[in-house]
T-cell receptor, first 115, second 112 residues
Framework: GAGVSQSPRYKVTKRGQDVALRCDPISGHVSLYWYRQALGQGPEFLTYFNYEAQQDKSGLPNDRFSAERPEGSISTLTIQRTEQRDSAMYRC?????????????FGDGTRLSIL | QKEVEQNSGPLSVPEGAIASLNCTYSDRGSQSFFWYRQYSGKSPELIMFIYSNGDKEDGRFTAQLNKASQYVSLLIRDSQPSDSATYLCAVSVSYNTDKLIFGTGTRLQVFP
């Protein structure tokens, strides 16, 4: 497909487990963004990359959250020692050009549920 | 004060009417503004973006920006039931980052 691809679509895990969420951006897109969206809210910024470089991680809630994009394409968002409050929809977006104000295109998201 | 504010709605309009969705933002240095449509259970879909003061039209959609008043709006002409969705306003920030700040969204209901 031509869009942003996220996997898995759904993830259910027990509290305390680590989870890894994957994002495959639109081919050729330079910038990749991670957001978290609670029900009835807008997406909340977590972190973003230009190519392989993480530019801003100010939105990561705490040090249990980390992200990488080692080859400038696919990105992984990892949550260690998950807690129930981590349950949310995690969304990835990409844009073809780096820079503030570029339109971002979203994937379908990963619904994470922590039991 | 929230950085991007939207009335949560629902905003109910009859089919064929003009729907007017509003958004205010706090960062006076913001330069880029986006409207996303999100159907229930789906991902946000970009429908409009605007960078300059004034109006920008695309089909039935018009985005309006007033930087002096820190206000951006979306008009939907000839509203259709298929326009029923949540509309998210997103704003770039003025300091050294490319992140977007989203509002909570306005739910639009278009009734036949």
């Amino acid at each position: 497909g031509a869009g942003v691809s996220q996997s898995p679509r759904y993830k259910v895990t027990k509290r305390g487990q680590d989870v890894a969420l994957r994002c495959d951006p639109i081919s050729g897109h330079v910038s990749l963004y991670w957001y978290r969206q609670a029900l009835g809210q807008g997406p909340e910024f977590l972190t973003y990359f230009n190519y392989e470089a993480q530019q801003d991680k100010s939105g990561l809630p705490n040090d249990r959250f980390s992200a990488e994009r080692p080859e400038g394409s696919i990105s992984t968002l990892t949550i260690q020692r998950t807690e129930q409050r981590d349950s949310a929809m995690y969304r990835c977006a990409s844009s073809p050009i780096e820079g503030a104000g570029q339109p971002q295109h979203f994937g379908d998201g990963t619904r994470l549920s922590i039991l | 004060q929230k950085e991007v504010e939207q009335n949560s709605g629902p905003l109910s309009v009859p089919e064929g009417a003009i729907a007017s969705l509003n958004c205010t933002y706090s960062d006076r240095g913001s330069q880029s503004f986006f409207w996303y449509r999100q159907y229930s259970g789906k991902s946000p879909e970009l429908i409009m973006f605007i960078y300059s003061n004034g109006d920008k039209e695309d089909g039935r959609f018009t985005a309006q920006l007033n930087k002096a008043s820190q206000y951006v709006s979306l008009l939907i002409r000839d509203s259709q039931p298929s326009d029923s969705a949540t509309y998210l306003c997103a704003v770039s920030v003025s300091y050294n980052t490319d992140k977007l700040i989203f509002g909570t969204g306005t739910r639009l209901q278009v009734f036949p």
